[in-house]
């Protein structure tokens, strides 16, 4: 996470790869606290549970999420993940988006992201998504 905010973020973010956002400190505003990256993607729906759908659909890749280990347990993972859910919905109104997704870097990411209410894929159990209609809810819920 560290040598790709360092080495690689700025350049895909120069060619619209990829956008990343970037939380710091009001006591150090040159450090870098936490951040994450976010694009577009396409999922397959193959171990979705509900409605029929096509066979892939739209949708918004949280590409990186991660919060420096001097930052980690005061909130800031939470704020920067509600963050990225207010910009997926803020675009799905003018966008089509089915989801928002994440790949889960281990067990423990899993968890943060279960915990939040992202569905682990049957087929890919690294695979983690939220359909747009829970991620107003949960947006929703923490105002
Ligand atoms: C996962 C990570 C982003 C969490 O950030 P954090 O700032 O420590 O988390 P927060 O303090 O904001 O926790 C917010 C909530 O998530 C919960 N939580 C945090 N980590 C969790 C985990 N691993 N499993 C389950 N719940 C977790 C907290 O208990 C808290 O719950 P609450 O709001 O009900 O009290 C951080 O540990 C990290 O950067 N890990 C390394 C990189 C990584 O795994 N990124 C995930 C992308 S694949």
Redesign the pocket.
């Known amino acids: ?1 560290n040598s790709w905010l360092r080495q690689t973020a700025r350049q895909q973010d120069d060619k619209d790869l990829i956008k990343v956002y970037v939380a710091t400190t009001a006591d150090e505003p040159t450090k870098i606290a936490g951040y994450y990256a976010i694009n577009t993607t396409s999922i397959l729906t193959e171990g979705m549970v509900g409605q029929k759908l096509p066979t892939s659909v739209p949708a918004v890749l949280l590409a ?4 420096d280990a001097s ?9 920067l993940l509600m963050n990225a859910l207010e910009l997926t919905t803020a675009t799905a109104e003018q966008i089509g988006i089915r989801c928002i997704v ?1 790949d ?3 067990a ?2 899993g ?2 992201y279960k ?1 939040y209410g992202f569905e682990q894929l049957t087929t890919d159990p690294d695979r983690f998504v939220m359909h747009l209609q829970t991620v107003r809810t949960a947006i929703q819920g923490s105002v």
Request: net charge positive.
């Open positions: 996470m990186r999420l991660a919060v930052y980690k347990g005061q909130g800031l993972g939470g704020y994440v889960a870097i281990d423990n990411a968890a943060f915990h």
